[in-house]
């Protein structure tokens, strides 16, 4: 955007007296000419004739010849002053169209930079606040995407552990032979299901909450998170785990945001994997970095319609909050996901 410097301007009402003494001096001249041009004229018209007028007619004429050329040269003066103002007549327009696309919110469009006078100042400070409002809109418009998508990822992120609970529950109503032992596990498994929603339901009161907690061996929290993902799977997976590239080490984690991501690592194996296969998952850490692998086959239809992708955004929007990256490969037989944390 253009910045004009104040002492390099000629001010708008010096440019409009400029024009004015233009449109004057060259309406004096015409003025001059045509009252001595009227005046020879005359004077040769009564000599051609033999005409003799008294010194009253004559002052008379010389009268009606100085208020005919006092007309025509004001008309002469009006015309000329608009042809010369004409460009900043246009350009005020411009500017008011400017104003009431500003005040519409349909400015979309920057306004010429013409001249260096107060026109041109009104006309930059117009551009730069419907830049700002622009920029306020796309801002506005990027944080309601945004949050519809938290939402929208945080509302699928609560359905997996409301299926674990459904399941479990229709496991003890319908099993008669089920040990007290048995029970206590499961309602156990419930419990902790039923407060993992009570945290994501929390997340969608207060969207901008994190409660990161410092861990001096993170590799017990990792240790904890793979059995939970191979709990969530083993019914109906060979889930095989691989921790022995994951180093003791200390760091902050939210834990609500990791479950989140195993949470929906394993409900996308309940959808599309192939239970007939195994089910990878490895975690190590590389150079100050957390990576998380899993993989497992594709069946050739899945069990459930894609829900958006909504699972992946969600653990590609956790990855963001600690620097990390999500990187996918999927092919016919295939998946692979490697979630990559480098900010703990």
């Not at 990822?153 to 529950?169: C, M």
């Not at 990791?258 to 309940?270: A, P, T, Y």
């Not at 089910?279 to 069990?303: M, W, Y």
Request: a negative charge; proline letters at 1%.
């Amino acid at each position: 955007m253009i910045k004009i410097k104040r002492k390099k301007q000629s001010k708008l009402a010096y440019e409009i007296l400029g024009l004015i003494g233009i449109s004057a001096f060259i309406s004096a001249i015409l003025f001059l000419i045509l009252t001595w041009t009227s005046s020879a004229i005359v004077e040769s018209y009564c000599f051609d004739n033999d005409v003799v007028m008294s010194e009253f007619e004559w002052l008379e004429v010389d009268r009606w010849i100085f208020s005919l050329s006092a007309v025509i040269s004001a008309v002469s003066f009006s015309l000329l002053f608009l042809a010369l103002f004409n460009d900043r007549i246009t350009y005020i327009r411009t500017i008011t169209d400017g104003i009431n696309n500003l005040r519409l919110g349909q400015s979309d469009g920057d306004i010429p930079l013409e001249g260096k006078n107060e026109l041109t100042q009104l006309a930059d400070a117009i551009n730069y606040m419907s830049a700002s409002q622009k920029q306020l809109r796309e801002k506005e418009l990027a944080m309601s995407l945004e949050k519809e998508q938290f939402i929208r990822a945080l509302s699928h992120d609560i359905r997996t552990p409301l299926t674990s609970i459904l399941a479990y529950s229709e496991y003890l109503c319908g099993e008669n032979s089920v040990s007290a032992e048995e029970q206590k596990t499961y309602l156990q498994m419930i419990r902790k299901k039923s407060e993992q929603i009570r945290d994501l339901s929390a997340l969608l009161i207060d969207s901008d909450k994190r409660n990161p907690e410092h861990f001096d061996d993170a590799h017990l929290l990792m240790e904890q998170l793979a059995a939970e993902f191979e709990e969530n799977l083993e019914e109906r997976f060979d889930v095989r785990t691989d921790l022995s590239c994951c180093c003791s080490f200390e760091g902050s984690f939210d834990v609500q945001e990791l479950r989140r991501i195993f949470d929906n690592l394993s409900s996308n194996v309940h959808k599309y994997a192939d239970d007939e296969q195994p089910v990878f998952l490895s975690i190590r850490t590389d150079k100050g970095e957390l990576c998380i692998t899993q993989e497992n086959s594709v069946l050739a239809a899945p069990r459930q319609k894609e829900s958006y992708k909504l699972g992946i955004n969600s653990i590609r929007r956790i990855a963001q909050n600690y620097g990390g990256s999500v990187n996918i490969s999927k092919n016919i037989d295939k998946f692979s996901i490697i979630v990559t944390l480098s900010e703990f």
